[in-house]
């Protein structure tokens, strides 16, 4: 069994969309569209494990979690990049980018070199080794 893919609903489909595919790499099917839900959506897929759905509805409200204190519920997702190097590089570009890093680069106890950081409409995201 795995992990087949998570979805994040959007403000701003494209450019949360492009976000993925500018600094992860991310290959982006056609847009779905089902007009009579107001509904779009893409997927995204990497170069390896579960796929990323990304979703629009107009009629969906603001999350009311708070990526920063956190909550029950889906917290974050992590992206490997397979070395220390490659996750000091791109912490280093999205921190240059703008991006709000929350923590890291940095050992954890549990034996992760991780960064989380929140990416464009404020999803919590950890980059691994």
Excluded: W
Excluded at 31 to 37: D, I, L, S, T, V
Excluded at 55 to 69: G, Y
Aim: proline share 4%; hydrophobic share 35%.
């Amino acid at each position: 069994m795995k992990i087949e893919h998570v979805a994040i609903y959007a403000k701003n489909l494209e450019a949360l969309r492009d976000f993925y595919v500018k600094y992860f790499q991310a290959i982006s099917n056609e847009m779905y569209e089902n007009p009579k839900k107001g509904f779009r959506s893409y997927f995204l897929s990497f170069s390896a494990g579960a796929r990323l759905e990304l979703m629009q509805k107009e009629s969906v409200p603001d999350s009311l979690n708070d990526p920063i204190a956190q909550a029950t519920g889906l917290t974050h997702f992590a992206l490997s990049l397979g070395s220390r190097g490659g996750v000091d590089r791109l912490a280093e570009r999205l921190r240059r980018d703008g991006f709000r890093i929350l923590d890291g680069p940095r050992q954890t106890g549990d034996g992760y070199y991780e960064c989380a950081f929140l990416d464009p409409e404020g999803n919590r995201i950890e980059i691994t080794e």
